[in-house]
Nanobody, 125 residues
């Protein structure tokens, strides 16, 4: 069955970097888009990025633009989210997700059908 497993979260100081990984199994990974979302306590879930099967990616929201970058390695069935210049407001649980479609949905309204369990990112001094 479809399985998505996030890793790479942790505690980091403001200005630091983390690289999140999303390891996928149970489906033809290279044929489908994978997205990253995050949810902070008391806040709505936010779409962070998505990469399509042809490596095209969605525009980043202003909250992460210029600091986050998504990539995929089809040989490893893994999508990455490189996060630089982390801020306390980036603190959240980060999830990867897919709808088993080749193209990304509009991040503001897309609700994928398959989700990982999430990885906690905490930015604090």
């Amino acid at each position: 069955q479809v399985q998505l497993v996030e890793s790479g979260g942790g505690l980091v100081q403001p200005g630091g970097s983390l690289r999140l990984s999303c390891a996928a199994s149970g489906f033809s990974f290279n044929a489908y888009a994978i997205g990253w979302f995050r949810q902070a306590p008391g806040k709505e879930r936010e779409g962070v990025s998505c990469i399509s099967s042809d490596y095209a990616y969605t525009p980043y929201p202003d909250s992460v633009k210029g600091r986050f970058a998504i990539s995929r390695d089809n040989a490893k069935n893994t999508v990455y989210l490189q996060m630089n210049g982390l801020k306390p407001e980036d603190t959240a649980v980060y999830y990867c997700a897919t709808s088993l479609r080749p193209r990304c949905g509009l991040l503001s309204v897309w609700v994928p059908g398959y989700w990982g369990q999430g990885t906690q990112v905490t930015v604090s001094s």
